[in-house]
C-alpha cells in the first residue's frame, strides 16, 4: 500500500502531520542544496524508525544541524558532536550524527567538482534503483537501499512517490520532476 492509501485512512494530528509533507513535499523537486542534505539526513535518520517519528522530530533537526546549512555542518568539531549526543530533540545515534557531517563534507566536493549537489544528481540522472543505491553507497555514509530510494523518490529523481489517482499526483507533475522528463 503506497503513502497516499495511509494518508486517508489517518485521522487528526497524525493525518494533519503527514498530510502536510505529503501534500507540500514528498515528491516535489529540491533546487536548495541544504534542503537537499537536510531531506537526506532526515532520511538517514528515519532509518529503523517511523517516518512519522523523524516528521515530529523535523524542527529539532532543523535547529540542531544549523538549518541544515552544509558549510556549518561540515565544519562540525568533536564539540558538535557531543551536543547532538546530547539533543533530546534528535535521533542520538552516533552513526547517523558521524555520518552527516562526513556527508556535508562529502557535498561539499560535490558542490566544488560540479558546481552543486544538485548539479551533481542531475549528472547521474536518469539511472535505475539499483545503479543509485551503488552510486550513493560508493559516495556517501550511511545510505542503503530505503535510504536511497526514498530520498530520490521524495526529491522527484525517482517515480513512486504518489498514486496516479493521488490528488496531489498531477501537483507534482506540474513541477517538472526528473523521473518524468527522463519518461
Not at 497524525?14 to 542544496?33: E, S, T, W
Not at 522530530?57 to 551536543?83: L, M, P
Not at 530510494?149 to 526528473?178: R, W
Request: net charge neutral; with cysteine.
Amino acid at each position: 500500500m503506497s503513502y497516499c492509501f495511509y494518508i486517508d485512512r489517518m485521522t487528526g494530528a497524525q493525518q494533519a502531520l503527514h498530510k502536510n509533507y505529503h501534500d507540500n513535499h514528498y515528491g516535489f523537486p529540491i533546487h536548495d542544496d541544504n534542503e537537499l542534505f537536510g531531506r537526506l539526513l532526515m532520511e538517514i535518520n528515519q532509518a529503523g524508525l517511523s517516518w512519522e517519528t523523524i516528521l515530529r522530530k523535523e524542527e529539532s533537526f532543523r535547529a540542531a544541524y544549523d538549518n541544515f546549512n552544509i558549510s556549518k555542518v561540515a565544519n562540525y568539531t568533536e564539540a558538535d558532536r557531543e551536543r547532538l549526543m546530547a539533543d533530546a530533540g534528535i535521533i542520538r545515534n552516533r552513526l547517523k550524527i558521524n555520518a552527516a557531517i562526513e556527508n556535508a563534507r562529502t557535498i561539499q566536493g560535490l558542490q566544488a567538482s560540479h558546481g552543486s549537489f544538485e548539479k551533481w544528481l542531475e549528472a547521474h540522472h536518469p539511472r535505475t534503483k539499483d545503479e543509485w543505491v551503488k552510486l550513493f553507497k560508493k559516495t556517501f555514509r550511511f545510505t542503503g537501499g530505503e535510504i536511497v530510494n526514498e530520498f530520490l523518490m521524495s526529491i522527484g529523481y525517482l517515480p513512486g512517490a504518489h498514486d496516479t489517482n493521488c490528488h496531489i499526483y498531477h501537483k507534482v507533475l506540474a513541477h517538472q520532476p526528473l523521473w518524468h522528463k527522463a519518461v
